[in-house]
């Protein structure tokens, strides 16, 4: 996936200062060339949080639990508890408050704090005074680097050993490697689709692995996650294929490099 490189310029309250010097201290906010990489960037550092992957069942995203198990429901559910705590803060909920008013679903209090102040920053930089003890933010232009891999960041390779023959039943083992070339962890949601003679699903993407394994796969940058499964059934085995679910992925901690330069235009696109 191309590095897309935006220098744009946030904005500020109408509300504030008209510079630094003529009131409190400020802090650069960030602000995106689109919503899309603003929302991807968001999701890509709050799911760093120790609570973010593992701490999911609680959340009831993307765990056995009702709820959804799909990676985009997980991005869809962060952002929208971003904007929770936006509206909270803007109605003048207090920020100990805030996790139950915007029903935040963080059970560690520093992971709290942290998601609060990171959809402040992403989401309404304008209640930043709000959650710094009177800080606020400043229309200084930062320079943005979207770097979030795709799916291509993943090596995905399959092979299949001894296949066995027996009177009703034909079983085929197989090995699964997914290697992640990219320099994020990331999680990801995968398929299979298998081919056999006679087997009616030839070419059909269905769930990984065997039944009532886990379709997620959490792999730190660099490393490879492997699958060692059996596949039985009345069918003569004769290859599979596996893939990631298209839109089913997130990489962790990419998308919001910030740091100094020229702005080049005015709209961020990152409002609303």
Not at 81 to 106: F, I, K, Q, S, W
Not at 125 to 148: K, N
Not at 185 to 209: I, K, T
Request: with cysteine; net charge negative; proline share 7%.
């Amino acid at each position: 996936m191309p590095v897309a490189s935006a220098s744009v310029e946030a904005t500020a309250s109408s509300a504030q200062p008209s510079s630094p010097a003529d009131g409190p201290p400020y802090a650069a906010v960030p602000a995106f060339s689109s919503r899309t990489a603003r929302d991807t960037a968001f999701v890509g550092d709050v799911g760093q949080f120790s609570s973010w992957p593992s701490g999911v069942v609680s959340y009831g995203i993307m765990s056995s639990f009702p709820g959804g198990s799909d990676v985009a429901d997980f991005r869809k559910a962060v952002v929208e508890d971003a904007r929770a705590v936006c509206d909270a803060l803007a109605g003048g909920t207090d920020m100990e408050d805030v996790p139950v008013a915007a029903g935040v679903a963080l059970e560690d209090q520093i992971d709290q704090a942290a998601f609060i102040v990171e959809a402040v920053t992403f989401y309404c930089p304008e209640q930043t005074a709000a959650v710094t003890g009177g800080v606020y933010s400043e229309p200084v232009p930062v320079e943005q680097d979207e770097d979030c891999p795709g799916s291509d960041a993943l090596d995905i390779s399959v092979s299949i050993g001894e296949r066995s023959d027996e009177e009703f039943t034909h079983s085929a083992a197989y090995t699964v490697k997914v290697r992640n070339t990219a320099s994020y962890p990331v999680r990801a949601q995968l398929q299979q689709r298998w081919w056999g003679d006679g087997y009616s699903g030839n070419g059909e993407w269905e769930s990984f692995g065997d039944i009532g394994d886990e379709s997620l796969a959490d792999i730190d940058a660099g490393e490879t996650f492997t699958y060692e499964g059996e596949q039985e059934g009345i069918y003569r085995w004769e290859r599979t294929e596996v893939r990631v679910r298209p839109g089913e992925f997130v990489f962790f901690g990419c998308g919001y490099q910030p740091g100094p330069g020229p702005a080049t235009g005015a709209d961020s696109g990152a409002d609303g």
